[in-house]
């Protein structure tokens, strides 16, 4: 190889760095169940309670269901489902679990299906990875860690959201969950 064409190689080397997508987020997998994106919100101290947001994939060709899970940071972690029924807003414990079909992806966002650690033992804060177990009727107990964004978050870091900040001035009035 000449020098001009090594000069050329490592200038589209560059080129493709520079340009590539941010780094994806910590992918876990457990059986034919795929864990990504998960992460959380800050909280302020004394905070009891936190959510827990992620994205879950059956590869498989069998249904899964998410049944439960725990956190060292809090005394439980329960699957939580939020609705709007005739204009009220309502959240409940998925008692039954989460089904996740095969082939399907399911997302634990804001505003839907989403993890509640319940009894937090102290506050979450921005940059922590906080590590926790989830169990799945099949693919059984799975741990990974929520990264933890800015108190306003509404996605990950890298998803529309750099930095997991948000501007709270330009939220409209309402529940920030």
Known sequence: MNMTAILQFLAYALLVLMFAAPARAQE??????????AWSRATPGGAKVAGGYLTIENRGS???????????VADKVQVHEMATNN???TMRPLDKGLPIEPGKTVELAPGSYHLMLLGLKSPLKQGDKVPVMLEFEKAGKVKFSLDVQGVGAQA???AGNEGGNMDMKKMPGGMKM
Do not use: E, F, H, N
């Open 28 to 37: 876990v997998k457990a059986g034919d169940i795929v864990i990504t994106q």
């Open 62 to 72: 069998a249904p899964d269901r998410l049944i439960g899970g725990s956190a060292d």
């Open 87 to 89: 204009g009220v807003m």
């Open 156 to 158: 990950p870091a890298g």
